[in-house]
C-alpha cells in the first residue's frame, strides 16, 4: 500500500516525493509517462558526449533563499548568468532592450540619460494596459515593438501581441543602462551535473519507488494507494468535461557542429525572418568543454506536448471550472503548471510544491522545506534505549 501515487516526476512531482519520502516517511509511487524522471528539464549527454536540454534551455534562477537552498541539498551549483542576443536588421543586438541595443541599432552613442529621453520621444502613453501589445508600445513605441515583439510573440503564441494577456510581455524589461543580463535574481545558476543528477538524487530513497513508460490510468486502479498528487494537464484529468485547454507546443531540432563554438551568446533570438524563434548553445549553459558543439532550434507550434498554457481572458474562464472541480477532490494535490494551468519557472514550482507539502503537514513553507517528522521507530525505542545506556539500568533523560 503506497501513501501516495505520484503522476509526473518532473520538478513539482520530485519535490513532493522527496519532502513525503525523507520528511514524513511516506511510502512514495511516482509514475511519469514519459521514459525518464526530470519533467520539462531532462537534460542527458548526446551520442558526441555533450549535455543537453532534451525541451529546450532550462535556466535556474530565482529570489527565493528557500528555493535555492532546497535544490542545493541535491546538486552543487555553477554560477551562470543568462544572456540572449536578437537578430534584428542583420544585427544582433542585446535581448533585454538596453542603453547597447539602442545605440547600435541606430547607429548612436546616447547615455543612459538620454536613451531614457529617448524612451520616452517614442512611447505611446496608454492609459488602460491591457494586452501585451499595450505593455511594449507603451514603453519602447511602436519601431521597436515591431523590430523585436511583435513577430516574436506570433511566432511563439500564433496569436497577435494584442490578442494576448499583458503578462506574456511584461516578463522582459526594458533598460536604459548596460546590463545585459536577461534575469535579475538574486540566485542564477545551473547544477553543476545537470538537472537530471539532481532528480536522481532528489528521487534516491527506499521509500520511492518509480514507474516511467506509464501512464496513471494504467495503474490507479491496479496498485493500492491513499491519496494522489496529480501533475499532469488538469483537463484531461476530468476528461476533458469542459473542453480542450489550450496550449503552445514547441518542435526541438536538436544538431550538433564540428565546431567548438557556434554563436556568440548562449541564445540568440530570431524575432522576424525565420520560423524559429530561438537557437541554443548548451555549453554555454553547462560550462562543458568540448571540440564540437549542440544547439537547438525551436520552432512553435499548436500540435504536440503541452508546454506554455495560452494566458487570454477566456482560457482562464474554462480553468477556473477545471479548478472548481479540481478544489472538490480532497484526495488529489493539483500541484505544478499543466494541474494549475499557468506559467511558472522551474524555480515557482519548487515553491509551489513545497508549500503544498507544508499544507500535508501543517507547517509553513519555509519550516516544511527542512523539516524531519520524527518515525515511531525513532522516538520509542531511542527514548528507551537512551535510558538503559544512562546509567546501566533506567534514567530519567529523554534523548528523543
Ligand atoms: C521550452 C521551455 C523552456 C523553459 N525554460 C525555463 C527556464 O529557462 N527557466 C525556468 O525556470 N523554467 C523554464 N521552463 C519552465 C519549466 O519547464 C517548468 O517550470 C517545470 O518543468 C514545471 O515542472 P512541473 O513538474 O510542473 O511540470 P513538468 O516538468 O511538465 O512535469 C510534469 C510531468 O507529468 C508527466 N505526465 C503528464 N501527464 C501524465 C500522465 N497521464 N501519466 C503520467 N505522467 C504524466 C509529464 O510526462 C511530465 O514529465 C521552460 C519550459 C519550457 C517548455
Redesign the pocket.
Known amino acids: 500500500m503506497f501513501d501516495y501515487l505520484i ?9 513532493l516525493a522527496e519532502r513525503l519520502a525523507n520528511g514524513s516517511d511516506k511510502k512514495v509511487l511516482i ?4 521514459p ?7 537534460d542527458y549527454y548526446n551520442d558526441e558526449g555533450i549535455l543537453i ?1 532534451k ?8 529570489n527565493s533563499k528557500d528555493v535555492f537552498d532546497y535544490l542545493g541539498k541535491f546538486t552543487e551549483w555553477r554560477e551562470y548568468q ?1 544572456r540572449v542576443l536578437a537578430n534584428v536588421d542583420g544585427m544582433q543586438v542585446p535581448m533585454p532592450i538596453n542603453l547597447d541595443t539602442i545605440n547600435k541599432l541606430y547607429g548612436l552613442n546616447l547615455t543612459a540619460f538620454e536613451v531614457e529621453d529617448f524612451f520616452k520621444k517614442v512611447a505611446e502613453p496608454c492609459e488602460n494596459i491591457r494586452t501585451s501589445e499595450d505593455v511594449v508600445v507603451s514603453k519602447v513605441g511602436r519601431e521597436l515593438y515591431e523590430k523585436f515583439f511583435k513577430n516574436y510573440t506570433r511566432k511563439q503564441w500564433g496569436l497577435d501581441p494584442s490578442e494576448l494577456d499583458a503578462s506574456v510581455t511584461s516578463r522582459v524589461p526594458t533598460r536604459t543602462n548596460r546590463d545585459d543580463r536577461y534575469f535579475t535574481d538574486v540566485y542564477q545558476a545551473m547544477p553543476k551535473h545537470g538537472y537530471t543528477r539532481m532528480f536522481e538524487k532528489m528521487l534516491d530513497h527506499p521509500n520511492i519507488k518509480i514507474m516511467l513508460n ?5 495503474i490507479m486502479h491496479e496498485i493500492p494507494y491513499r491519496d494522489m498528487i ?4 488538469v483537463d ?2 476530468f476528461n476533458y468535461e469542459y473542453g480542450k485547454l489550450p496550449y503552445r507546443s ?1 518542435e ?1 531540432r536538436h544538431e550538433t557542429h564540428d565546431t567548438e563554438q557556434f554563436q556568440n551568446a548562449p541564445v540568440v533570438n530570431y524575432p522576424n525572418d525565420q520560423p524559429y524563434t530561438r537557437i541554443t548553445e548548451f555549453k554555454y549553459l553547462t560550462g562543458q568543454e568540448h571540440k564540437k558543439t549542440s544547439i537547438v532550434y ?1 520552432y512553435p507550434q499548436a500540435e504536440g ?4 498554457p495560452i494566458p487570454r481572458r477566456e482560457n482562464a474562464e474554462i480553468y477556473a471550472k477545471y479548478k472548481a472541480l479540481a478544489d472538490a477532490r480532497k484526495d488529489v494535490h493539483f ?6 494551468y499557468k ?7 519548487v515553491a ?2 513545497l508549500t503544498e507539502y507544508g499544507k500535508i503537514v501543517g507547517m509553513k513553507r519555509k519550516e516544511a522545506t527542512l523539516y524531519k517528522a520524527p518515525t515511531e521507530k525513532m522516538t520509542l525505542p531511542m527514548r528507551v534505549l537512551s535510558k538503559v545506556n544512562a546509567n546501566g539500568k533506567m534514567a530519567a533523560t529523554n534523548a528523543g
Open positions: 503522476v509526473g516526476a518532473g520538478f513539482a512531482g520530485s519535490v509514475c511519469d509517462k514519459r525518464h524522471i526530470a519533467g520539462n528539464a531532462f536540454h525541451y529546450g534551455p532550462h535556466i535556474f534562477h530565482t543568462h506509464t501512464d496513471y490510468r494504467e496529480y501533475t499532469g494537464p484531461s484529468f514547441l526541438f525551436e506536448d503541452p508546454y506554455y500541484v505544478g503548471r499543466l494541474a494549475t506559467y511558472y519557472n522551474m524555480d515557482q514550482i509551489q510544491a
